[in-house]
């Protein structure tokens, strides 16, 4: 097994602001970036469900890392790069940019078309990207979100990854919401960089010995969240504004919440299949977040 990593922090799933020709609005990027950077973020995740990356084809993923560069960013030391694909040439495809882009890491999700495919499967599916990577794959993140990929990745199938690939696995995401699971994992690799998706669940899981989190919220709230990603901080103001979140499609709420706290309406929009939320739907967002986060302040 790998030696404990250093902490990893607070990093943002960079939501993605689109042109209204449906292309990545790197000005807004970049200058979103740079907020959430100065507001507490060790970190950028790039790519990832938040982000719209599955959605975004590999010329839109190279223009975004172009104009992060360009910006002055570190991508060394600030930008993870998410990996979600079906075939193993565009997860390759995907993986190589990031790569050679000197990214910091790769946020990986298996394969996700076919449903109950087999946990060998899954395995077979990982080692072929990292044999088809050969010597240039590195720091990997395996990201468990089955709610979205409906292919769940179990403790046993985490544990044959690392014992295959010691030198390349450095961390899981879980986004699973599932407590239980979310302990399980923490007891079993706890010498990995366990990174909770599920802010509810964030202090207690830092507290347990996770290493931080890829985190949605941290688009609006990064300063919130910095105190349960470092120290296991609880404030139940994080779990209330999820609950929120959660009652509406997920990136259409965060982006509308992006739009309200910039005064942009640019944020709103989303790439299809997704739609932004109606204005009903936005102004109970609105509501059920600004009472979640009085709460605490009272």
Known sequence: MTASPARFGLSCALATPFTEAGQPDLPRLVAHARSVLARGCGS???????????????GE???????????GLDLRRQVVGGVIAASLEEAEGQARMLLEND????????SFYFKGVSEDGVFDWFAALFARLGGAARDVILYNIPSVTAVPMPLSLITRLRRAFPELIIGVK????????T??????????????GDERHLAEGVRRGGQGA????????????LPLALQGAGNEAVVGVVEAVLRHPVTPAVKALIAEQTGDAEW???????????????????????????????
């Open 61 to 71: 993923r190279l223009r975004v890392l172009g104009a992060l560069q360009g910006a």
């Open 103 to 110: 990214a910091r890491a790769l946020l990986i999700a298996p």
């Open 268 to 298: 709103l929009r989303v790439l299809p299949p997704l739609r932004a939320l109606g204005d009903a739907a936005i102004t109970r967002l609105r509501a059920e977040v600004t009472q979640a986060l009085a709460a605490r302040a009272a």
């Open 44 to 58: 950028i995740t790039v790519f990832g469900t938040t982000g719209e990356g599955p959605l975004l084809g590999l």
């Open 183 to 196: 302990e399980a994992l923490l007891a079993e690799h706890r010498d990995l960089a366990i990174l909770i």
């Open 214 to 225: 890829i985190s949605g919220l941290a688009n609006i709230i990064p300063e919130t969240l």
């Open 174 to 181: 879980d986004s699973s919401g599932d407590w239980a699971y």
